[in-house]
């Protein structure tokens, strides 16, 4: 059964930055056969795309985050990583990982992000 922890989330000033990780395991190599990536929601609202990075290494980020955050891998670890940047107000959310497969998909419990003076 895949398996996604996330951890890295608190609270950020407005311009500040976080890191937010996700350790998977469960299956073998699942850089090579899942697209993984980041999501977030806010209450009241539908889970939103944030940033993903397919199996063959194509990234797509979302507009609203698209110069101040960067999705990463490392292989060696099985970490997703989410380099935030340049945070604003409007960057709060629950912060989920993702893990998909053809029509299989997998989510992570989420992690809060906060931004705020």
């Known amino acids: 059964q895949v398996l996604l922890v996330e951890s890295g989330g608190g609270l950020a000033q407005p311009g500040g930055s976080l890191t937010l990780s996700c350790v998977h395991s469960?299956?073998?190599?699942?850089?090579?056969?899942?697209?993984m990536g980041w999501y977030r929601q806010t209450p009241g609202d539908q889970r939103t795309l944030v940033a993903v990075?397919?199996?063959?290494?194509?990234?797509t980020y979302s507009d609203s985050v698209k110069g101040r955050f960067i999705i990463s891998r490392d292989t060696t670890k099985n970490t997703l990583v989410l380099e935030m940047n340049s945070l604003k107000p409007e960057d709060t959310a629950i912060y989920y990982c993702?893990?998909?497969?053809?029509?299989?998909?997998?989510w992570g419990h989420g992690t809060q992000v906060t931004v705020s003076s």
């Open positions: 993702s893990a998909r497969t053809g029509t299989v998909g997998f």
């Open positions: 469960g299956a073998s190599d699942m850089a090579s056969h899942f697209d």
């Open positions: 990075m397919s199996r063959s290494g194509g990234i």
